[in-house]
């Protein structure tokens, strides 16, 4: 079994009201992207696990391919600047990075002027809000540094607390619903909110309706059909038993667990190691597990 990586639950249930559906009934409806993309932002603030405050300053909502192309898009913008992240953070940018532009590890060096900040919340490595994110987002204020905020794992957390009024260095947004949802990570639905239209790739792909109607038919479903709190209101149980077997101590992100040095092979390069228990929660809740 795969503990690496990291992908939804394996909930049959979730399967099963998928493949029941008919989404090419919306190929040919023109409302479906505006009105998901609104759905969506309401689906995410109504969480009873969660507390984002300020979204209502981000008022450029738009539909992305997952948040990968949200980072791409802010990749690019602030080439000539210094990327930041910490070790442990989604292998993407680095991948991305490593030709021919600049970035440091946030855990060697303090950020400064000329950086471009990125952080994931939950914090992709621990799976818990990142304890350093005030003082981050505070430092990224006084330095002028823009902020990429990635939220691909909200959907499968609780504990998130944030007021994104008291930060005008964040500029970008990014959620997905890859993360929560069994099947949902080959839809590669996200969105994208900030301050502003950048008048960028993502903006020119939303005004002239380049998007994939058939996927976002499959995630208009389930958000209507699932609650944002699903993850957590319904795998709470099976989560504490997959990590009590597996001697793992718990975090913040259904997905997740952190092992001991028996599970140094899922390092990541960061100060724990992550081990991925989707399949593990899947095992109990299909009563497949023996």
């Known amino acids: 079994m795969n503990l690496r990586g990291a992908k939804p639950v394996s909930d049959n249930r979730v399967k099963d009201s998928i493949t029941k559906l008919d989404p090419v009934k919306d190929l040919y409806n023109p409302k479906l992207p505006q009105e998901f993309k609104y759905e969506f932002v309401d689906w995410i603030l109504s969480s009873e696990f969660n507390f984002i405050k300020g979204t209502e300053e981000f008022s450029n909502i738009s539909l992305c391919n997952g948040t990968v ?33 600049r970035f440091e590890w946030l855990n060697d060096l303090p950020l400064k002027e000329g950086d471009a900040l990125i952080l994931s919340v939950p914090f992709s490595d621990k ?18 540094i823009p902020v990429l905020l990635d939220f691909a794992y909200y959907p499968c957390t609780k504990n998130i607390n944030l007021d994104l009024s008291k930060y005008p260095a964040v500029e970008t947004i990014t959620f997905s619903i890859s993360k929560a949802f069994y099947g949902a990570e080959f839809l590669r639905v996200g969105v994208r909110l900030q301050r502003e239209n950048a008048d960028d790739g993502i903006d020119v792909f939303n005004s002239v ?16 059909t699932f609650s944002v709190d699903w993850n957590w209101k319904t795998y709470t149980n099976a989560y504490n038993q997959v990590c009590e077997e597996k001697n793992l101590s718990p975090t913040d992100c259904i997905m997740f667990g952190l092992g001991g040095s028996e599970y140094k092979e899922y390092n990541r390069g960061g100060t724990v190691n992550r081990v991925c228990i989707s399949d593990l929660i899947g095992e109990k809740i299909n009563d497949n597990s023996k």
Request: net charge positive; charged share 25%.
């Open 69 to 101: 192309q949200a980072f791409d898009h802010f990749h690019y913008k602030h080439k000539e600047k210094r990327f930041r992240f910490f070790k442990g953070e989604f292998m993407y940018h680095q991948a991305c990075l490593k030709n021919g532009s």
């Open 127 to 144: 799976g818990i809000q990142h304890p350093a994110t005030d003082m981050l987002l505070l430092n990224a204020e006084q330095f002028n």
């Open 209 to 224: 309706d380049m998007h994939n109607r058939i996927d976002l038919s499959i995630a208009s479903s389930l958000i209507k």
